[in-house]
């Protein structure tokens, strides 16, 4: 079994910074993408950030330039740095990790961690 423990969430005033963390432990042979997912009240989980293998990263439009993602293959890891928060950053984020499984791949999931960013 793959687990994914997430920690960094909290309460910060806007245009402060938080850094998340994920670490991926168990039965891991490889890990494909990397990424962090979240879902505020009401809304569809979105995809916030992802990294390749390879380190190269992806972000969605309302966080580039204030969000880095990175990630340690050798540590089975991946970090979300924070900057600039905004009040609509607030949301519960998710890692996500993709082993293979066979010829797919599965998506594994941590248990999410709340950031709420206060006005």
Same mark, same amino acid.
């Given at each position: 079994?793959?687990?994914?423990?997430?920690? =960094? =969430?909290?309460?910060?005033? +806007?245009?402060? $910074?938080?850094?998340?963390?994920?670490?991926?432990?168990? $039965?891991?042979?490889?890990?494909?993408?990397?990424?962090?997912?979240?879902?505020?009240?009401? &809304?569809?989980?979105?995809? *916030? +950030?992802?990294?390749?293998? =390879?380190?190269?990263?992806?972000?969605?439009?309302?966080? &580039?330039?204030?969000?880095?993602?990175?990630?340690?293959?050798? &540590?089975?890891? *991946?970090?979300?740095?924070?900057?600039?928060? &905004?009040?609509?950053?607030?949301?519960?984020?998710?890692?996500?990790?993709?082993?293979?499984? =066979?010829?797919?791949?599965?998506?594994?999931?941590?248990?999410?961690?709340?950031?709420? *960013?206060?006005?």
């Amino acid at each position: 079994q793959v687990q994914l423990v997430e920690s =960094g =969430g909290g309460l910060v005033q +806007a245009g402060g $910074s938080l850094r998340l963390s994920c670490a991926a432990s168990g $039965s891991i042979f490889k890990i494909n993408d990397m990424g962090w997912y979240r879902q505020a009240p009401g &809304k569809q989980r979105e995809l *916030v +950030a992802a990294i390749s293998s =390879g380190g190269i990263p992806n972000y969605t439009d309302s966080v &580039k330039g204030r969000f880095t993602i990175s990630r340690d293959n050798a &540590k089975n890891t *991946v970090d979300l740095q924070m900057n600039s928060l &905004k009040p609509e950053d607030t949301a519960v984020y998710y890692c996500y990790a993709d082993t293979p499984t =066979g010829i797919h791949y599965l998506r594994r999931w941590g248990q999410g961690t709340q950031v709420t *960013v206060s006005s």
